[in-house]
């Protein structure tokens, strides 16, 4: 149980600290840690420094943690070992980021690197067509739960009338309840319901439209839009797919093997190994697909893009009131943030932290097993 | 097809969109029939106000060179191979006359701005002809 504990928050933050370095990697030339930096200064040292050193701080900031957690888990604070390193870890990058990306702010600000480049603001008239997401791994993944469910029907009747529903952290029922379609196929539903959010995201995904990074010329522009939604629809569908199967799995095993909670431990943590192993294959691909829409040909020069670092609060928060845009794609990561400077995005978004406050309070207490 | 409009310059947003439009369809980057992005889609790439894409669009929309429909959205109405809307000659004319006078009033020689002229036009016209050969 302890070794769950101790293995747990570095796991977790290890995946975001590859993901967050990763990521860095995806960056047009125009911008290094979300400053807007001219072509000019790209290659400047004092960005390959302060990236360097950004990567450097996401080590040291999991070294941190993997020490907190220990500490939390010797001493006996076993549900605060879990949340409290990755809580901490997530602070530890925003501070690191917001560090970093100062050197690069003064270093422009006092350089004056925007001082007579043309600037433009630059939008693609013609879109591409909307690409169709790829159907077989959410195919694969209902196949998968519908297995499952036959196999549940099938065996339905000859259950006890009392089922487990939860399971301690080292896989022991202390948990039951009646027998019901809810307590027998609650883990189906969840997943399912999972698959359908996920498939319905990536429908989206594959309409993403990024703004144009204005150095970038049509064709970079093109497959820069098209690389970010082929990472987005193929993360999507690969996790939903991992997640049926896993889930899928532990019910299978529940039902028709009670007792072996070390395959149930076992599946879990094989769920989360292979879904760390899909989204970083995805952006390494993703990395080496976007290779040559970062590369600038001096021949044919493009302007650079309007200095918008006043709206990007910390270069992750957007607010900017003249913007009519409401969702807007990040600057650092994948994916969209909300524009803060519009009524209905502060909204959005307080509707989403109280949403993501609630499944942590409730994934606390079931951990507790009240 | 991108689109850049500098937001420092003189001329105000709508016009430089209109006028890229406007060349575009010369130079065959645009063909009759081609779809537009929505004036909501192009205002959030740009970061600019509906508004403003909008008056381009109606400018556009006015000239006859776009058309908007509920069903198809906004596509490119006319080309190079269309006749012109009568009377476009003569609004044309005035337009030109006064383009002229500025060159003439600056001192450039008559020869001189008919050499531009024929550069121009024949700039255009290689374009499309690349345009064609690429496509096809």
Redesign the interface.
């Known amino acids: 149980m302890t070794a769950f504990v101790l293995v747990f928050a570095p796991v977790f933050t290890a995946l975001f600290g590859i993901l967050f370095a990763a990521v860095v990697a995806l960056r047009p030339p125009g911008l290094a840690l979300s400053v807007r930096v001219p072509q000019a200064h790209a290659g400047d040292a004092v960005i390959r420094t302060a990236i360097l050193r950004f990567r450097w701080g996401l080590v040291i900031a999991w070294v941190i943690t993997a020490i907190v957690t220990a500490v939390l888990a010797l001493t006996g604070q076993t549900p605060l070992a879990t949340i409290l390193p990755v809580l901490l870890y997530a602070v530890l990058t925003v501070v690191i980021l917001v560090i970093n990306r100062r050197t690069i702010l003064r270093a422009k600000r006092e350089g004056n690197w925007f001082d007579g480049v043309?600037?433009?603001?630059?939008?693609?008239?013609?879109?591409p067509a909307p690409q169709h997401p790829s159907i077989v791994w959410p195919a694969l993944a209902a196949v998968v739960l519908a297995i499952a469910t036959a196999v549940d029907v099938a065996i339905y009747p000859g259950l006890p009338s009392s089922i487990p529903v939860h399971f301690d952290i080292s896989g022991h029922a202390d948990r039951f309840a009646a027998k019901s379609v809810w307590s027998v196929f609650g883990l189906l539903i969840i997943g399912a319901a999972v698959v359908v959010l996920l498939a319905a995201l990536s429908v989206v995904a594959a309409r993403y439209?990024a703004?144009?990074q204005?150095d970038d010329?049509?064709e970079q522009?093109a497959l820069r839009t098209q690389v970010q939604r082929t990472i987005l629809t193929t993360l999507l569908s690969r996790v939903s797919f991992v997640i049926a199967l896993g889930l899928s799995a532990i019910e299978l095993i529940q039902r028709l093997a009670p007792g072996t909670s070390w395959a149930i431990g076992g599946c879990a943590i094989g769920m989360v190994v292979v879904l760390m192993a899909v989204v970083i294959s995805a952006v390494v691909r993703g990395r080496a697909q976007l290779q040559p829409a970062n590369v600038r040909d001096p021949r044919s020069p493009r302007?650079d893009a309007?200095d918008?670092d006043d709206h990007w609060k910390g270069g992750l928060l957007y607010v900017?009131r003249?913007?009519?845009?409401?969702i807007?794609p990040r600057r650092f990561g994948l994916g969209w943030t909300m524009n803060l400077g519009r009524p209905a995005g502060v909204a959005i978004t307080i509707l989403l932290l109280v949403a993501i406050a609630a499944l942590v309070t409730s994934v606390i207490l079931l951990a507790h097993g009240r | 097809?991108?689109?850049?409009?500098?937001?420092?310059s003189e001329s105000p947003l709508y016009q430089q969109l209109r006028d890229?439009?406007v060349r575009?369809i010369a130079d065959g980057t645009?063909h009759p029939g081609?779809?537009?992005?929505s004036v909501?889609?192009?205002?959030?790439?740009?970061?600019?106000?509906?508004a403003t894409v909008g008056k381009g669009y109606e400018l556009l929309r006015q000239e006859g060179l776009v058309r908007t429909s509920r069903r198809s959205g906004s596509v490119v109405a006319r080309g190079p191979a269309d006749d012109p809307t009568p009377g476009f000659a003569a609004d044309w004319t005035e337009r030109l006359r006064t383009l002229l006078a500025e060159a003439v009033a600056h001192g450039l020689p008559d020869a001189a701005i008919r050499a531009t002229t024929d550069s121009l036009l024949a700039d255009f016209t290689a374009q499309r002809t690349d345009r064609r050969k690429s496509s096809s």
């Open positions: 043309p600037v433009r603001v630059s939008a693609q008239l013609t879109s439209s703004r144009i204005t010329t049509a522009s302007p309007v918008d900017n003249d913007d009519p845009a409401l807007v | 097809m991108l689109i850049d409009i500098d937001p420092d890229q439009v575009a645009l081609e779809s537009l992005a909501r889609q192009l205002a959030s790439q740009f970061g600019i106000n509906s």
